[in-house]
T-cell receptor, first 114, second 114 residues
Framework: GENVEQHPSTLSVQEGDSAVIKCTYS??????FPWYKQELGKRPQLIID?????GEKKDQRIAVTLNKTAKHFSLHITETQPEDSAVYFC?????????????FGTGTKLQVIP | NAGVTQTPKFRVLKTGQSMTLLCAQD?????MYWYRQDPGMGLRLIHY???????AKGEVPDGYNVSRLKKQNFLLGLESAAPSQTSVYFC?????????????FGPGTRLTVT
């Protein structure tokens, strides 16, 4: 089955700096790659996603890049702010018999230091 | 419009006790999922349902049962709780329209088994 690895597990950056989180996946048939943000004690919420037919997507300070050949994708947050502090999860999704199976990474705890 | 709700929010069980977690949604989504979240392990799929009356096993189904008697409700049961089932449980839903892959999570249930 699909295996998703996420690095780093923790990341500290100064406010205003950029943060990059990287994920790799194993199944080349994966076609959808969402990123979720989870604040302490809260539910995961989708912040950005990318389909396999797109190489890059941007939404204000957040961008995601996908390299299908290397089977890795990354989350980029620019001009970080304290409210960006949270745990971020990547995921890879594959169509399995009509059902979209999602495998999550293990998460990255991002701390933005004011 | 409540979205996805879960009851209870917190629960403490003794080993061997049973309980049922309820996930309810008013989004008219066909797909519903139960995940567990443990430190350092991300979200792991327990069971899922692609529609009323259907259920299927996910990645870690042992020790759990589910039922989807109504489209809007997805129940997760623990027949004989074990300390290894101490976790935070999240329900999620997804629409079935082609290309709609985003999952919407409930607020979570924190379960402790002593």
């Amino acid at each position: 089955g699909e295996n998703v690895e996420q690095h780093p597990s923790t990341l500290s950056v100064q406010e205003g700096d950029s943060a990059v989180i990287k994920c790799t996946y194993s199944d080349s048939a994966s076609n959808y790659f969402p990123w979720y943000k989870q604040e302490l004690g809260k539910r995961p919420q989708l912040i950005i996603d990318i389909r396999s037919n797109v190489g890059e997507k941007k939404d204000q300070r957040i961008a995601v890049t996908l390299n299908k050949t290397a089977k890795h994708f990354s989350l980029h947050i620019t001009e970080t702010q304290p409210e960006d502090s949270a745990v971020y999860f990547c995921a890879a999704s594959i169509n399995s018999g009509g059902y979209q199976k999602v495998t999550f990474g293990t998460g990255t705890k991002l701390q933005v230091i004011p | 419009n409540a979205g996805v709700t879960q009851t209870p929010k917190f629960r403490v069980l003794k080993t061997g006790q049973s309980m049922t977690l309820l996930c309810a949604q008013d989004m008219n989504h066909e797909y519903m999922y139960w995940y567990r979240q443990d430190p350092g392990m991300g979200l792991r799929l327990i069971h899922y349902s692609v529609g009323e009356g259907t259920t299927a096993k996910g990645e870690v189904p042992d020790g759990y049962n589910v039922s989807r008697l109504k489209k809007q409700n997805f129940l997760l049961g623990l027949e004989s709780a074990a300390p290894s089932q101490t976790s935070v449980y999240f329900c999620a839903t997804r629409a079935t329209q082609a290309g709609e892959y985003e999952q919407y999570f409930g607020p979570g249930t924190r379960l402790t088994v002593t």
